[in-house]
């Protein structure tokens, strides 16, 4: 189930670590400092800080200063070898991240030296303090956000808007039900709909803390916060009576969980999975597909920019959107730990752990 | 999970049971012999022939003597009272069937007296010797196909149809993939899909006669037959270096059988359930869903004729499409057995058992 990045992703990874980018005889003027791992390992401590060279810039070429990039729960996965897709070895870890134009190419015309720019595909290589890429492998991001917004605006609150928006027409007054809804993407998905005018019904998984998260989530535009077991014990019924029956589930959980999402969907309701955080598969009985005419789909960001690679309207229109809602304080980025560059090991090490706030490695 | 029959269905129904039509103090001139339950009932003893006035015929009206009505087992459930959805009690049972028009009023301009007509929705109450029912409530069918052709082309064949002509856009050469490939709506989508150069995979289970059974849907234009455990053991990969892998699968079955369609389906493929024969919920793994792009989408026939109830140039374009078949021999009728009307005891016992041949009672 794991694919080689293929296509730019890959030649492009290369292309950064070793310097081929142009004649071998060519030497490199610029070195940056990257988070290389050599083979597919669990042990994080084989991820080390490397020197690398890269290759010079090209008519085509856009030379960027690392800036910002986190930790995300997928980068880890991918140097495990578990993802679905995984780049040529060896390779610099990170998917996400900000970074600054320093330099470009003669032939470059969507970003100029100062631009913010984030990458449009998985593989970029981010845990780096420069990098050399081509222009189409970039997009920019204004410079009137925080470096933590611009950091995460490219993978969890992408998913969360492309769900809310390719799915279902949601209207104002529309109720969408998600599970995992302290996930990155959840709290994303209550902000967004907020902004929308959609209520959010958001199931947790019950724990300790569980009032203090009821009112974070609640804080950031959740209309209800419910327990599995509330949920379970009680029903949505009494939600119900106020809000009308969602036709969009959000599910990054799977297992019982999922099964509560799909037995509360309304009549033709899709259920949207993102994640299988139970590692347990979804039950679906007939019923609900065949005299419900509920629907299951799956979205994966990483398609989604492959699937636009060539209409890129598409990706500005969406971060556009971000952009404003981070602008006016409708879309927070997570509740993030900033960590620099240097202390990696410290944020490699905290990113499988379970309950741990996501660390963004500041170069 | 159960919905009683709304609309034109419920009150058609009391109508014709109880002629209800027009004044009360109008005198019925014709009666009929029908199979009526008066309770939701597991006794199939219950379900009893009753004389029944016919209301009087109005301008949009149609009398129509009933020819042959099959037993299936949908019509089953819904007198146990199982069903999604339920009539009105008392009620006269069976939903599909052919009939021949013998009078009709004076406002009605799509059937005439000898038009063969079968009825548009469910809850028609076709096991009866004459109806009384609105023009608007019955559509024609050619008569020079077989009497069990036309009794039977409005559920089974219909649902194979549909299924191949929605969810995805198949073209010669692409392959479906189905388990219950035996069933009715299994053995109408081999032959419609033969008749459109679609090749099939049919997954069956293991059962004693298997070869004689392979041998039957091979004779019908299945491309491929395989029991379940042959693909547990030995997968699909033989079958893959012949023909591409299947971007649509049909599921009557449920359970381990529907996992098999879903881990043999293509990239982007659909998986759509029409049926859960094995009583058990398909298990869904959310990568299946994300990084397969797979979709899961439910399919009922009921539900699809009432969506088109004004766009009657829908099922009337499908008929005909299927009626074509039929004459040209490509869509066989299933094996049925013909049960003359007063015998009907025997084919309502029989429908209920595993492994009994359809009975169409013949009035």
Redesign the interface.
């Known amino acids: 189930?794991t694919r080689r990045l293929m296509g730019v992703g890959r030649r492009f990874l290369e292309l950064k670590v070793f310097g081929r980018w142009g004649s071998r005889s060519q030497r490199s003027v610029h070195h940056c400092s990257a988070l290389v791992y050599r083979e597919h390992t669990h042990n994080i401590s084989n991820v080390r800080m490397e020197q690398l060279p890269l290759p010079v810039l090209r008519d085509n070429g856009v030379r960027v200063k690392m800036l910002a990039a986190p930790v995300n729960p997928a980068d880890i996965n991918m140097i495990q070898g578990t993802y679905?897709i995984l780049c040529a070895l060896p390779a610099v870890g990170g998917n996400e991240g900000v970074g600054e134009v320093l330099e470009v190419g003669d032939g470059v015309e969507t970003v100029r030296p100062g631009d913010w720019v984030v990458p449009v595909d998985a593989g970029f290589g981010t845990w780096r303090t420069e990098a050399v890429c081509e222009e189409d492998d970039l997009i920019t991001v204004p410079k009137d956000i925080s470096l933590l917004g611009a950091a995460t605006i490219a993978v969890n609150p992408c998913t969360a808007y492309r769900m809310l928006q390719d799915f279902h027409t949601l209207t104002p007054g529309s109720t969408v039900i998600q599970n995992g809804a302290n996930s990155a993407v959840g709290q994303s998905v209550i902000q967004i709909a907020r902004a929308m005018g959609i209520r959010t019904i958001n199931i947790i998984r019950d724990r300790p803390n569980c009032g203090e998260l009821v009112k974070e989530l609640r804080d950031l535009g959740a209309d209800y916060v419910i327990t599995e077991d509330e949920v379970m014990s009680s029903g949505l019924q009494s939600i119900f009576q106020e809000v009308p029956k969602p036709k969009l589930g959000l599910?990054c959980v799977?297992g019982v969980s999922g099964g509560l999402l799909l037995s509360n969907l309304d009549y033709g309701g899709t259920l949207v999975?993102?994640?299988?955080m139970a590692k347990k598969?979804?039950?679906?009985?007939?019923?609900?597909?065949?005299?419900?005419?509920?629907?299951?789909?799956?979205?994966?960001m990483t398609?989604w920019k492959r699937d636009h690679r060539r209409d890129k309207a598409a990706l500005r229109s969406m971060l556009d959107s971000l952009c404003d809602l981070v602008r006016s304080g409708r879309l927070s980025p997570p509740n993030c730990l900033q960590t620099p560059f240097p202390q990696y090991t410290l944020a490699l090490e905290a990113a499988p752990q379970p309950h741990q706030r996501k660390h963004v490695l500041v170069m």
Chains 1, 2 share one sequence.
């Open positions: 189930m679905a599910n799977g999975t993102y994640g299988g598969p979804l039950q679906i009985p007939a019923k609900s597909l065949i005299f419900r005419n509920v629907s299951l789909r799956g979205f994966w398609q």
